[in-house]
């Protein structure tokens, strides 16, 4: 079975465009988590989608939002992007989501210029 | 608030050798679990192994091994016989539904030949 997929695998943008992230969960897992992961830190949880609706968020501003679509695949939406923004973004299926194993996708690295 | 504090950024062991990964946690939470995970550097992050808290029994898997302290908020790695593929970054991660998951800052690992 495939993993969880993530695309584009790299992508730069500048200050101040808008960014989405592709994500595709193991098939059967029905929630999908994503993460901000700045280089030399641990993730930073941003979302959690369980059956298309928000389970779950961050301490992240609103110009980050998320959506889950009935095949269970999540878009991330970065706006108004900033220097900081840049980071790896890593999404994550798991079954239902609750104290379950989280299987990660390999990212997908946003440079912002 | 949920916090996790793994005050190691960086072991090294010899290869065959047994290493402890440290992690403290706060959590105001009853039911939670606890996880480790690895991120060797191709990035993609994987379980190492998974702890239910109200299970007092310590989890292992093959070569891993938790020590779990409850009380003291403590959650604790052991990797025996260590190999050169177990370098990587490790992450411990608490979970818990309000809070999802927390990851630390990350302890990186070296295995020395």
């Known amino acids: 079975d495939a993993g969880v997929t993530q695309s584009p695998t790299h992508l730069i943008k500048t200050r101040g465009q808008h960014v989405t992230l592709r994500c595709s969960p193991i098939s059967g897992h029905k929630s999908v988590s994503w993460y901000q992961q700045v280089l030399g830190q641990g993730p930073q949880f941003i979302f959690q989608y369980y059956e298309k609706e928000e389970r779950g ?12 679509f009935p095949n269970y695949s999540s878009e991330l939406n970065v706006n108004a992007l900033l220097l900081g923004d840049s980071a790896l973004y890593l999404c994550a299926s798991s079954l239902q989501g609750e104290g379950e194993t989280q299987y990660f996708g390999p990212g997908t690295r946003l440079l912002v210029l | ?39 060797p550097p191709s990035r993609q992050m994987i ?30 790695l052991k990797i025996s ?10 992450f411990c991660a608490p979970f818990s539904g309000t809070y999802k998951y927390i990851f630390g800052t990350g302890t990186r690992l070296k295995v020395l030949a």
């Open chain 1, 57 to 68: 968020r961050g301490n992240f501003p609103d110009r980050f939002s998320a959506r889950q």
């Open chain 2, 81 to 90: 016989d260590s190999q050169l593929g177990d370098a990587a970054m490790y």
């Open chain 2, 47 to 76: 379980l190492v192994i998974r702890q239910e808290a109200y299970k007092q029994q310590n989890a292992t898997e093959n070569r891993f091994s938790v020590n779990f302290q409850k009380a003291a908020k403590s959650f604790s």
């Open chain 2, 1 to 39: 608030a949920q916090t996790v504090t793994q005050s190691q950024p960086e072991m090294s062991v010899q290869e065959a050798e047994t290493v402890t990964l440290s992690c403290t946690y706060d959590t105001s939470e009853s039911d939670y679990y606890l996880f480790w995970y690895k991120q």
